[in-house]
């Protein structure tokens, strides 16, 4: 009889041990479920937080819609961990400020460990404090589009299946509360959220603005969608959301010279919809844009390189490269348009794993022709390696970004 893997050889690896025992990792996935009963918990993500001025570890346990929270001190936290690895899941990521680990059980009865280089940043600011201190929308404090989209009750209770949910809320409140310093301090903001759909960010973002930071604004939601559109905008009436309003459209038909726009917000817009809104903010000379890309099929179509044949030649790889490559030109053309570009990580939503956010603010002095010609230069050769002959935001920006790129020769 083959002899049967003791269990020590599955238990996680040393290096993971060590990590987790140092309480020094930014989270910790679990996932692959041994079970696959439908009651059986599908996901586990571990992250550090300061409760009550203590460091523990919350353990956020999934299923379907369904999430429980755990909140462990450290050491309980470790015990915790190496139950649910030994009993439930086969393969874990572990992330640290070092390092990005992956590590996943064989069927011989082993664990396999491979380590990258790392991919997260730090914690945000209100994971290393107290959680219901620092949400910006605080938790206990009855909020009324929370309400409406039942994520709370009358009372500001967070509902415990919608948890997940009011945590994406909050942290994505906490990108546009970073680029605040980036918006016009004085006088009522133009905001556009392009591809709006359901709204639950666009009410958020009215929240933040007019609740927590008092501002006067002009917020409109885009989306072609009629029927959500006029859903959105009768939720917006019920709760008298002043400077809250909805249009049915399509983003590359969307009118820059009738309506002015200071922050520039697209999330989840499919393929070239995400360049019809970066050419719209960029031409209305938005202060700041935030693009979360979607799915991507423009350059998937066009793009081929010899010498990187043996990336492109698997459907999955060529997709995600088309991806890159494509988020790579659109913040190249921001900075070519005057703007500085960050490419940094979103949050996780529903609709989609694609979490890059494209940040984008514009600079107050102009590039020198020196800076302008090197992102040229760069720009071009990325088109150039790949073989693109094409792309949708360099077409919709037409002679304008045309005159930039012939004046830094
Ligand atoms: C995946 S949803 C994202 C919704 C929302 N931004 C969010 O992240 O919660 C994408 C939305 O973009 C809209 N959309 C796609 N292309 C569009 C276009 N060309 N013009 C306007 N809306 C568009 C779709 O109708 C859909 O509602």
Redo the contacts with the bound molecule.
């Keep these: 009889m083959k002899p049967q893997p003791s269990h020590l050889e599955t238990s996680l690896p040393a290096e993971v041990m060590q990590t987790l025992s140092e309480g020094t990792y930014i989270q910790l996935v679990l996932s692959k479920p041994i079970e696959k009963r439908t009651s059986a918990w599908k996901k586990v993500m571990v992250r550090p937080v300061i409760l009550k001025d203590t460091l523990h570890f919350q353990i956020a346990l999934s299923k379907g819609q369904q999430e429980v929270h755990e909140n462990l001190l450290p050491a309980e936290a470790v015990q915790r961990i190496v139950e649910l690895w030994a009993d439930h899941f086969r393969e874990g990521y572990l992330y640290t400020q070092v390092a990005d680990s992956h590590f996943q059980k064989t069927k011989q009865g082993t664990v396999r460990l491979k380590t990258h280089a790392p991919t997260k940043a730090k914690p945000l600011q209100a994971e290393s404090h107290n959680r219901s201190k620092q949400y910006l929308i605080p938790e206990g404090t009855p909020c009324a589009f929370l309400e409406a989209i039942g994520v709370m009750s009358e009372a500001g209770k967070v509902k415990s299946a919608q948890y997940r949910k009011f945590r994406q809320i909050n942290r994505y409140l906490e990108f546009i509360n970073d680029i605040v310093p980036g918006l016009p301090k004085t006088g009522e903001l133009q905001i556009v959220?392009?591809?709006?759909?359901?709204?639950?960010?666009?009410f958020a973002t009215h929240y933040f603005f007019t609740e927590v930071l008092q501002r006067e604004v002009q917020i409109t939601g885009?989306?072609?969608?009629r029927t959500?559109v006029e859903h959105c905008q009768s939720i917006a009436d019920q709760l008298q959301c002043r400077g809250l309003s909805f249009q049915t459209?399509?983003?590359?038909?969307?009118d820059v010279s009738l309506q002015k726009c200071d922050l520039s917000?697209?999330?989840?817009?499919?393929?070239?919809?995400t360049d019809?809104?970066l050419a719209s903010a960029i031409q209305s000379e938005a202060s700041v844009i935030m693009a979360?890309p979607?799915c991507q099929h423009e350059i998937f179509q066009q793009i081929t390189s010899k010498p990187l044949e043996g990336l492109l030649q698997h459907g999955i790889l060529k997709e995600k490269t088309a991806a890159l490559v494509t988020d790579a030109l659109r913040s190249l053309a921001l900075e070519i348009c005057g703007y500085r570009a960050q490419v940094i990580e979103f949050i996780d939503?529903?609709?989609?794993p694609k979490n890059l956010l494209i940040k984008a603010v514009k600079r107050q002095s102009e590039l020198s022709v020196r800076d302008l010609h090197e992102l040229v230069g760069q720009y071009e050769s990325l088109k150039g390696q790949f073989g693109i002959e094409s792309f949708y935001l360099e077409r919709a920006l037409g002679a304008r970004f045309r005159e930039l790129c012939e004046s830094s020769r």
């Design positions: 959220d392009f591809g709006c759909g359901k709204s639950y960010l666009t885009l989306d072609l969608k959500v459209g399509d983003i590359s038909q969307f917000i697209s999330l989840h817009a499919c393929d070239t919809a019809a809104a979360v979607c939503t529903e609709h989609t």
